[in-house]
């Protein structure tokens, strides 16, 4: 049983990049609707978060250019890679979002993909605002001071 928790956490699929290009407003945490050979490969750590977002279809919610690679053993009943996937939240935070999206001009974007203690893929999203090319400058060298300042302070 323990063992199985460590494998769990051991799971941290990351997007760099999302941190990079966007200024994170809120973020939520959704389950997702995958088949079975996408929560294998997803344990094999074998899942790309770049360039994905997420996008409403009707009153649902759903996660694109997610790719989860096929799973190596799988037969016909394979998935396709690069799929929609609905994602599970709850009403209050689905209105919540969606309203955001509409009238503010945010987009949804995905931050990181775990295995829960449970066992359960979820999926790390937040509400982001894209940022300029300044803003991102300004961010650049706030991180260089920092790491400067780090050194100094070990010696």
Not at 24 to 47: C, D, H, P, Y
Not at 66 to 93: D, F, S, V
Request: glycine share 6%.
């Amino acid at each position: 049983m323990a063992k199985e928790k460590k494998m769990a956490n051991a799971i941290n699929i990351k997007n760099k990049k999302a941190w990079h290009d966007y200024e994170i407003i809120e973020k939520f945490v959704a389950g997702m609707q995958l088949k079975g050979t996408e929560i294998k490969s997803i344990r094999l750590g074998k899942a790309s978060l770049v360039d994905s977002y997420c996008a409403f279809n009707g009153t649902e919610l759903f996660v694109k250019n997610l790719q989860i690679a096929e799973y190596n053993w799988g037969t016909h009943y394979n998935h396709i890679p690069g799929r929609e996937r609905k994602l599970l939240l709850n009403k209050k935070e689905l209105k919540k979002l969606s309203k955001n999206v509409k009238e503010r001009g945010y987009t949804i974007i995905t931050l990181r993909l775990f295995i829960s203690d449970n066992g359960y893929a979820k999926l790390e999203i937040a509400l982001a605002r894209g940022k300029k090319e300044y803003d991102k400058r300004e961010d650049l060298k706030k991180k260089d001071t920092q790491r400067q300042l780090e050194r100094l302070r070990k010696y």
